[in-house]
């Protein structure tokens, strides 16, 4: 095998796992029995490892593959994006849109268990550019992050709001609506979904029109279980209300791209006015401190600043897998055109 890295912003560096020769799935599957130890070191070190030009084509590789790093896959997603199963354990990353941005974020944080371990495979590679899965160290953002707004975001901790439509739609006009609470809970059955939430911590409110309202709170940092490091551990840039529009200005000074800078505009202009006329705990996402006080603007930009700092962004090819600590590594997606097949399991 030849070991390259890749790095990023901050000094934040990805091992690279590449064949020799053979460039199989199986001789990938022998290598990591062999090395499972070498691996197990470089995700507690680095947090991910990329795994390029071992053959995977179809959704079943990636569960292989990930089967030899943690045997123990899961099935069960309480997340917000929209997915649809390819395998028993694989699933595509994220059926939103190809023009919005996924902001970084370690998968469920919101979770009581959240997954250790995420595995992601490159099915089709963009050819337009674009479509990268940005890696950042939020170990690195926790100690990033100016200690005044730091203990800001710690003494107030995150409280997260969700509001879902019911199993007949809601027929609402949304640009930022959830998938429907049924979707997400594989069930139409309102004693189980509360059972799922109280396992959660989950505050559960059933309104009008068969609607879900979904309240939790959380820290902002979470302690690594296995090096004891603080990791910023929650999904405030993502379920923030003015996420998407900072996020898009983001991709705009990255990339240039003219189309994600009339989206950032167009989304600000939306999102200030509806949250003239919308309570916070009404939008469809939002995050305020656990008091419901509002979370200071400038703390949050700060926060993505240092989170785009430390981003680790390559663009994808075919048959790449990235093997990621989920306890310490968040994930994003950035925008692309045309097609592109990314998928993903955990454990």
């Known amino acids: 095998m030849r070991l390259s890295e890749i790095r ?11 064949p020799d020769g053979d460039a199989r799935v199986d001789s990938l599957r022998a ?48 997340g917000t994006s929209p997915r649809d199963a390819l395998s028993e354990y694989v699933f595509s990353a994220s059926e939103l849109p190809p023009f919005y941005p996924i902001p970084q974020h370690c998968e469920m944080s919101f979770l009581r268990d959240p997954p250790r371990r995420l595995f992601f495979a490159c099915l089709v590679a963009p050819q337009g ?69 109280a396992e959660q911590g989950f505050q559960v409110t059933w309104l009008p029109g068969q609607r879900l309202r979904l309240v939790s709170e959380h820290d902002a940092l979470r302690v690594h279980p296995e090096s004891g490091e603080p990791v910023w551990f929650n999904h405030v840039q993502v379920f923030h209300a003015a996420s998407a529009a900072s996020e898009l200005r983001r991709v705009h000074a990255r990339q240039g791209d003219l189309r994600s800078l009339a989206l950032s505009q167009f989304a600000r202009l939306m999102i200030g006015a509806r949250r003239r006329f919308t309570p916070a705990d ?46 310490s590594v968040s994930h994003g997606r950035m925008p692309y055109r045309g097609p592109r097949q990314v998928v993903v399991a955990w454990a």
Not at 8 to 18: C, M, R, S
């Open 8 to 18: 990023g912003g901050g000094g934040a560096v990805v091992p690279v796992v590449e």
């Open 31 to 78: 290598w990591l029995d062999a090395e499972g130890t070498w691996l197990s070191g470089q995700l507690r070190t680095h947090g991910a490892v990329l795994l390029r030009g071992f053959g995977v084509r179809v959704p079943v590789d990636l569960e292989r593959v990930a089967r030899a790093i943690d045997p123990e896959l899961k099935n069960e997603y309480l």
């Open 129 to 197: 550019g674009g479509g990268e899965t940005p890696l950042c160290d939020f170990r690195r953002v926790a100690a990033g992050l100016d200690p005044a707004a730091r203990e800001r975001f710690v003494r107030g901790g995150i409280r997260i709001i969700r509001n879902y439509d019911g199993p007949d739609g809601g027929g609402r006009f949304d640009l930022w609506q959830l998938k429907r609470w049924d979707e997400m809970f594989l069930t139409t059955d309102r004693a189980v979904v509360e059972a799922k939430c």
């Open 282 to 327: 009404a939008m469809s996402m939002h995050c305020t401190y656990r008091d419901g006080r509002e979370i200071d603007a400038a703390d949050l930009e700060h926060l993505r600043d240092v989170i785009w700092r430390n981003m680790v962004v390559f663009p994808w090819r075919t048959g790449d897998v990235v093997a990621i600590d989920n306890f």
